[in-house]
């Protein structure tokens, strides 16, 4: 069955100045790789700044994105990243009025990393577990001593609010929205699509060329003067 | 020991038009974020384009890079990102000699994802194991029958170029060039900054809220009527 075009549900990440690239970076790779390959899925994923300019992120990454807040469609699941532009956000009275009044609207709400810290200021994770980046953990309990912080896990799925650990973590929670919002088959064909199979912690020590091309079809010692 | 400023040594990650997001942004985050946490180890990060303007990505993401080829500095380590963009490359042949020139300059050449189909283009693959998207291995030895292609790697390190396989798989190849450049040690400080601890496949299933709470210090039962 294909969806049709005006059925669309659509996935908005919030981009601001000092947002951590990979937490937004992250999970939109997840999300525009399904949507590209699996269209019938009928789900879009856009991104959007407060005045819809382009943001300089906390490692100087500049991003351009598609939508202001004005102009983003209605959205099926928001998600804010973290990064040390959440710092000034936790005090920033209509960003968190604006939070809450998304809340009314989004079936959804996610956070990556130090978002949880501004959806805990906003009063979004009253008396609910969450999680953000391992070295604010201890901020979300400041914030709200209500909310059951939960080290340890990659993210906390809390039915219409998901929190993830930090940066990379928002990887994992994407591909945990994506089995949720259709089938774990497809989760695994989007993680498959991107190689997701992450290695244990490499010493990056060099093995020399010869030793993973023994045995191989074709392989054959390179003499020590022969050029590359 | 501090390492004078103008010691710096710099890695350069390239930007194009139809590039694959997390690529780039995957490797930039964990350069990134190691260059930021550990100024002592004297290495710095950049992003450039051709001409120094923006790149729109193959998922439709605008990246304003922070250099041209003309500006950015002398690179110890190079970056190429894959992507749709890299077809039209294979038959650049200014980008492929540009490539070579880069080869004789450039200690440490890497590529993710079909990065490597353009450096197998360029020649620079011949003989050499490489990896690149699972989907283009065998682009790979069509481009060149000499190269050595090793399937199920996350990357390749041949010496003097390091290919990684498709998107996620440039975070774990960059994650070991960190711990090649500096120790192992640092590679797993880099590591646990980005929380890079992947989940298997999830079903996406959602467990009810009462469930992670149980046990939970501060856990009590939430009545049904009770307001969030």
Redesign the interface.
Same mark, same amino acid.
């Given at each position: 069955m294909t969806t049709p075009i005006d059925a669309t549900r659509h996935i908005g990440i919030l981009v601001f100045d000092q947002m951590?690239?990979?937490d937004a970076?992250?999970p939109?790779?997840v999300f525009?790789?399904w949507a590209?390959h699996f269209q019938g899925d009928g789900w879009a994923v856009t #991104?959007f700044s407060a005045d819809g300019g382009?943001v300089t992120c906390e490692?100087?990454?500049?991003?351009?994105p598609?939508h202001s807040t004005a102009t983003v469609p209605p959205l099926d699941v928001f998600l804010h990243p973290g990064g040390d532009g959440t710092r000034g956000m936790l005090e920033d009275a209509s960003h968190l009025q604006w939070l809450r009044e998304q809340r009314q609207h989004v079936p959804l709400m996610t956070s990556v990393c130090t978002g949880a810290t501004v959806f805990a200021a906003a009063g979004l994770l009253?008396?609910?577990?969450a999680t953000t980046?391992?070295t604010a953990l201890d901020q979300l309990t400041r914030l709200d001593e209500?909310i %059951?912080v939960?080290p340890g896990q990659?993210y906390?799925?809390?039915?219409d609010i998901i929190t993830a650990?930090?940066?990379?973590?928002g990887?994992?929670m994407a591909?945990? %929205?994506?089995?949720?919002? #259709?089938?774990?088959e497809r989760?695994?064909q989007v993680?498959d699509? %991107?190689?997701?199979?992450?290695?244990p912690?490499?010493?990056?020590?060099?093995?020399?060329?010869a030793d993973?091309?023994a045995g191989?079809p074709?392989?054959r010692e390179?003499s020590p003067t022969e050029s #590359?």
């Open positions: 951590e690239e990979l970076v992250g939109w790779e525009a790789w590209q #991104t382009p490692k100087t990454l500049v991003i351009q598609h009253h008396d609910r577990p980046n391992r209500t %059951i939960k990659q906390v799925d809390d039915g650990a930090g940066i990379s973590a990887i994992d591909l945990h %929205i994506v089995g949720r919002l #259709t089938t774990l989760s695994r993680r699509g %991107i190689e997701y199979y992450p290695e912690a490499s010493d990056g020590e060099y093995v020399p060329a993973p091309r191989q074709g392989y390179r #590359t």
